[in-house]
């Protein structure tokens, strides 16, 4: 993100001139989402390129599997994302700034703002041989509005599709400063006519645009993609990809040690110590660990007693007794992979709004219940932590601990008093407006809270009306002051993943949004 002092000071008038990209269209989309401090020069690509074992196939474990049959309209679009076999119409940059995808460019009507038109790429087929027109894309985002529940992108926003030759209509019921951004979303990936059936995802498999083509699926085990020749960008350096689902860390850690995996994905901090230090990679990440107090019903719907538990939390035991130092203090719901956010923090008006916090209540024998999942490894253990420090403070605490996708549904419709989670705070469009809508506002559709306020849902309408670089992060923020001044939740910590990648293996994405890993860049060094 842009910090505060390279934000645009542009007039109101000039952010609806149109959105026309820089001669960059012809490069993949792995291409245009280069991070910072990812970059080679030419001479080091050409020479990497040339090194490549391009019959090579890319080894992958993974933290979750599949629970949702890969539809893109779940969170399983993300992994559909970091395998390079499902792309939209936008991507982001490092920076979240749109950028061309399956659309090469976009503009926004000059007299009627809820318009925008985005151009279809010419020239994409999909892994099954049909053509990408306009037409199939209005489609396929036709069935992620369609879908019940909803993708979080779609939050509270109101899209109508249509066509106009090459050009896909989008028009919003209101004017929204962020359709490009929400077009990103893997959740609106864009998939074969062959995939849907009665606007169902029925079958992704085959049915994408990516330089890998997915090949099969081995329920929540494995999964096989092959190098898909007739990509539209530069093809994949890697023959092919082969997936192993590996819940377990220590399994995943072990299979980074042993050579039987190229690139892993989140190495636990209690694994990191015993894997050789020039395999792991540290990332800030946009990601923080919170605890979810429920504000409907309970002991918590009292604002006293939920102050008590936010006056009884010490982070940097968590931080220490956990994750081994690996983490950063929350201070608020957005840490330090978006640096702007420190910055508004330190407002008069952001510190004015935590002066109307309520004060903590004597607990002494208040009983509650506290949930998370096993699917990240170091939340079991804050759940430990947590329940001493809330029963120093005078709870009695309960844990229910169960693997994600047996608890998600109880953590939804509000079955715990606290639940401990894991949050991506930019994961849809790189912009957490949409995060902030999903998990507090009223209507919001991954609101574990069960919170609904007022001058939270004006803050957030605010935010959502103000464009990207015009004072959006201000609004943001005032947003989470809000939301905090509620202790709707309590931020515990920032985390950073840590990803493994084997000495042989270059080009993997070390991505904060946890959007790409395996791209056509991704290769293996040819055996001396």
């Not at 990408?132 to 396929?140: K, S």
């Not at 504000?295 to 220490?320: H, K, Q, T």
């Not at 420090?389 to 419709?413: C, H, K, N, P, S």
Request: hydrophobic share 40%; proline share 6%.
């Amino acid at each position: 993100m842009t910090s505060p002092e390279h934000r645009s000071t542009a007039p109101f008038s000039a952010r609806r001139r149109p959105l026309i990209p820089r001669p960059m269209l012809a490069l993949p989309l792995a291409g245009v989402f280069a991070l910072t401090g990812c970059f080679s020069s030419s001479e080091e690509e050409q020479n990497s390129a040339e090194s490549a074992d391009t019959d090579a196939r890319v080894s992958l474990a993974m933290l979750q599997p599949p629970r949702s049959g890969l539809s893109p309209l779940s969170d399983d679009a993300f992994k559909l994302s970091r395998w390079s076999t499902a792309e939209t119409l936008i991507s982001l940059d490092a920076d979240a700034t749109a950028q061309p995808g399956l659309a090469t460019e976009w503009t926004q009507d000059g007299t009627d703002p809820s318009l925008w038109r985005f151009t279809i790429r010419e020239d994409v087929t999909f892994h099954d041989g049909t053509e990408l027109t306009a037409e199939v894309a209005m489609n396929a985002l036709q069935a992620a509005i369609d879908a019940s529940p909803q993708p979080r992108i779609l939050d509270g926003v109101e899209l109508d599709l249509s066509v106009e030759g090459n050009d896909l209509l989008v028009r919003t019921a209101e004017e929204d400063p962020l359709v490009p951004q929400r077009l990103s979303s893997p959740q609106l990936s864009i998939l074969a006519e062959a995939a849907y059936e009665g606007g169902q995802v029925v079958d992704p498999v085959g049915h994408g645009t990516g330089p890998f083509e997915l090949i099969s699926v081995d329920g929540t085990s494995a999964a096989t993609l092959d190098r898909y020749e007739d990509y539209w960008g530069e093809p994949a350096l890697a023959s092919g990809i082969d997936v192993d689902f590996v819940p377990d860390g220590t399994a995943r850690a072990a299979a980074l040690r042993t050579g039987e995996a190229d690139v892993v994905e989140a190495i636990p901090v209690g694994q990191a110590g015993q894997i050789d230090e020039d395999l792991i990679y540290e990332v800030p990440m946009p990601r923080t660990n919170t605890l979810y107090l429920n504000n409907e019903e309970g002991p918590f719907e009292d604002p006293e007693v939920r102050a008590a538990a936010r006056e009884a939390i010490d982070r940097a035991a968590l931080i220490e007794g956990v994750y081994e130092g690996r983490a950063d203090i929350a201070e608020g719901l957005l840490g330090p992979a978006l640096p702007w956010a420190q910055d508004f923090r330190g407002s008069q008006s952001y510190q004015d709004t935590l002066e109307g916090r309520a004060e903590p209540a004597q607990v002494d024998g208040v009983e509650i219940s506290l949930g998370t999942f096993t699917d990240r490894a170091e939340l079991p253990e804050v759940a430990v932590l947590l329940e001493q420090q809330l029963e120093e403070a005078g709870f009695v605490v309960t844990q229910d601990v169960r693997e994600y996708q047996y608890i998600e549904a109880d953590a939804v419709d509000g079955q715990f008093d606290a639940f401990i989670l894991s949050r991506a705070t930019v994961l849809d469009s790189g912009d957490p407006a949409a995060y902030m809508y999903s998990d507090f506002a009223c209507e919001g559709s991954f609101n574990l809270s069960q919170f609904c306020d007022d001058d939270v849902d004006a803050a957030l309408q605010n935010a959502s009306e103000q464009y990207p670089a015009e004072g959006r992060e201000e609004a943001i923020m005032a947003a989470e002051a809000e939301i905090l001044a509620q202790d709707a939740a309590i931020p515990l910590l920032h985390e950073r993943v840590i990803q493994g990648e084997s000495s042989r293996t270059s080009g993997a994405e070390q991505d904060p949004r946890e959007r790409l890993l395996i791209t056509a860049e991704t290769m293996l060094g040819q055996e001396d």
